[in-house]
């Protein structure tokens, strides 16, 4: 059975400062990796993810993750946040063999003036 | 482009009162539906999902069902409802040959 685990459950930081939300997953096919963005009573964003090809993914807002497939990881990073980037971050993954996507327990992540 | 719509946004309901949660997505044709459930404070259940028409599965046995009456129409309904039903409920769409899903806007349910 595969599942994702979300290893902190809250995240603060100052603003400015780096941040690294940590995602790992277990999975005896491959998989698909994707990183959501919760705000506040809205539905989920996809901030960014992984098919194929280079093992380092960005988005447009400055965040980055990279896969692992020997630590079966795919970390959230941003080198300097902003207030805005205050949310629930959900990892999830989809194994290739299905169309379902299992998430992580989320990581809230605070960032403070 | 593709939207997803959900309503309503937030609905008050007693206990044992039936419920229907209905979801459309726009832009897209023979999309993959799902339903899920946010409880406060933990992760996104998987409740149910359909690949087309008239095809549901059910992940989790509970007091709820779900329906696809038309390719992009998703609906989620109760007969009657449990206050442990309360909770944030989200649909989701994936074109078949994409890997992400998309969200909807969500409702908010809370049973009284």
């Known amino acids: 059975a595969q599942s994702v685990t979300q290893l902190d459950s809250q995240v603060p930081v100052f603003e400015e400062a780096p941040v690294e939300l940590r995602c790992n997953y277990s999975?005896?096919?491959?998989?698909?990796l994707f990183w959501y963005v919760q705000y506040p009573n809205q539905g989920l964003q996809l901030l960014l993810k992984?098919?194929?090809?280079?093992?380092l993914v960005e988005s447009i807002n400055g965040f980055e993750a990279e896969f692992n497939k020997s630590q079966t990881s795919f970390h959230l990073r941003k080198p300097s946040v902003h207030i805005s980037d205050t949310a629930e971050y959900f990892c999830?993954?989809?194994?290739?063999?299905?169309?379902?996507?299992?998430f992580g327990q989320g990581t809230t992540l605070q960032v403070k003036p | 482009s593709q939207t997803i719509h959900q309503w309503p946004a937030t609905l008050v309901q007693p206990v044992g009162s039936p419920l229907s949660l209905e979801c459309t997505v726009e832009?897209?044709?023979?999309?993959?539906l799902y339903w899920y459930r946010q409880a406060a404070g933990r992760g996104l259940q998987l409740l149910f999902y359909?690949?087309?028409?008239?095809?549901i599965s059910s992940e989790v046995p509970q007091n709820l069902s779900a329906s696809r009456p038309q390719d992009r129409q998703f609906i989620l309904s109760s007969k009657k409802l449990l206050l442990s039903d309360s909770g944030f409920y989200l649909c989701?769409?994936?074109?078949?040959?994409?890997?992400?899903?998309?969200f909807g806007p969500g409702t908010r349910l809370t049973v009284l």
């Open positions: 989701a769409w994936r074109a078949y040959e994409e890997g992400e899903q998309f």
């Open positions: 999975s005896s096919v491959s998989v698909y």
């Open positions: 992984y098919l194929s090809g280079s093992t």
């Open positions: 999830a993954v989809r194994p290739s063999n299905t169309g379902k996507l299992i």
């Open positions: 832009g897209t044709s023979n999309p993959n």
């Open positions: 359909s690949v087309g028409i008239g095809q």
